[in-house]
């Protein structure tokens, strides 16, 4: 008898947890970020913060709409390019994630975002800072860090009024990000007075730039502006040191402000005169930086970037707006993203009426020690 009432026992605490299990619902956030290619560093350190926010997320237990959710991440790979991306947002519309975290490239944000509003799902990028973005005005388009208006012309300011250069040489990857921040810092160095001495493009393939370079250092600038990514910043200051350019300046924006830079630098003296921008304060200086890179190093070892702590606020910010709807469903819940107030580990997150985030922050690196560190 008594064997038989512990079966009982057993049976009814199964059933309960079951029912637990149950009433557990499951709400996906789609991330989408290069992981594989070149670029995959950037997009498995994007990865890295949803992954710990829905993981900070779970502990929590958080209930909306009086239900307790379980977070998962749907994760897709664009490589950085823009039709995989757009198949990415697709795939994601039809999985009918909640919302998207995503992409890195504006190249790939870009075509994405009108996927995104024809589906109605909304996406917060941490990574994406061409201006273009927000122009279309759509509803499910928001983005938390300071885009290339900011960034260009704080290098360029920095250049004109603080270094007092007078001619520079231009560089783009023909990108969406490369060609718009180097744009914004042509127009806002010649308004101060500097000469554009030469302007040459790549790609974001290349890895040979001596015939650029040489055309370059004819025309004898004080320093070269690059508009692209790390994966050719890095041979570029290796070329520029054989070249004998070791005295130009080299500025870029936050596609080359990383620390995988450094790596790819490959030891070039180079390296040591590069400046760049990234939008959002210094790790020091965010509200819960410190503590938050403490975390993140020692789940994610070695593989920080740049995006990370923006991947893990947009999560948050998805969710924040999830829970002051009191749903999940998108088209209850986008419209509550308007409205954010949140206190994340970068800033204090709100948005302007076209989604572009108020009072974003930009901040200057340099390498002059060998590592990455704020001016």
């Known amino acids: ?9 057993v049976a009814a605490i199964a059933a309960a947890c079951g029912v637990a299990m149950a009433q ?33 997320l779970n ?20 490589a950085a390019d823009p039709k995989q991306g757009t198949a990415a947002a697709q795939k994601l519309c039809d999985a009918k994630v909640a919302g998207v975290v995503g992409h890195l ?31 279309p005005g759509y ?33 783009d990857d023909r990108t969406a990000y490369g060609q718009g921040v180097a744009e914004v810092f042509k ?8 000469t554009v001495v030469d302007e040459q493009f790549t790609n974001d393939k290349a890895t040979d730039f001596m015939a650029i370079l040489t055309a370059i250092k004819a025309k004898n600038p004080d320093a070269v502006f690059y508009g692209g990514m790390d994966p050719q910043a ?3 200051l290796r070329q520029m040191e054989q070249l004998g350019m070791d005295k130009v300046k080299y500025f870029g924006g936050d596609g080359i402000c990383t620390s995988e830079i450094i790596k790819l630098a490959a030891g070039a003296k180079t390296l040591g005169n590069v400046i760049c921008a990234e939008g959002g ?22 593989q920080f970037q740049v995006y990370s702590p923006y991947t893990y606020d947009a999560t948050f910010v998805l969710v924040d707006a999830m829970k002051r709807a009191g749903s999940w469903d998108p088209k209850v819940y986008t419209k509550e993203l308007a409205k954010t107030n949140y206190k994340g580990v970068t800033a204090n997150i709100a948005f302007e009426p076209n989604g572009e985030m108020k009072n974003a922050a930009t901040t200057l690196y340099t390498y002059a020690s060998g590592k990455k560190e704020p001016m």
């Not at 509803?139 to 012309?153: F, H, Q, S, V």
Request: include cysteine.
């Open 234 to 236: 890095g041979p570029m």
């Open 281 to 302: 304060a210094s790790l020091a200086k965010m509200p819960g930086g410190t503590a938050w890179k403490a975390k993140y190093d020692k789940k994610y070892p070695n």
């Open 24 to 56: 557990e619902t499951v709400v996906k956030i789609g991330h989408v970020a290069p992981l594989s290619g070149a670029q995959a560093h950037y997009g498995k350190d994007n990865e890295n913060g949803v992954r710990m926010a829905i993981e900070d």
């Open 187 to 194: 127009k806002t160095a010649v308004s101060k007075g500097m």
């Open 105 to 135: 490239n504006s190249g790939t944000t870009i075509p994405a975002s009108k996927v995104y509003n024809d589906c109605g799902i909304p996406h917060v990028t941490g990574a994406a800072t061409n201006p273009a973005l927000t122009k």
């Open 59 to 78: 502990a929590q237990g958080v209930t909306i709409g009086g239900k307790k959710v379980k977070f998962e991440i749907q994760a897709e790979d664009d």
């Open 139 to 171: 509803k499910t388009t928001y983005r938390i860090i300071a885009n290339d208006n900011a960034l260009g012309a704080a290098l360029a300011l920095y250049a004109a009024d603080k270094l007092k250069l007078k001619k520079v040489a231009i560089i």
């Open 1 to 9: 008898m008594k064997f038989n009432l512990r079966l009982t026992a």
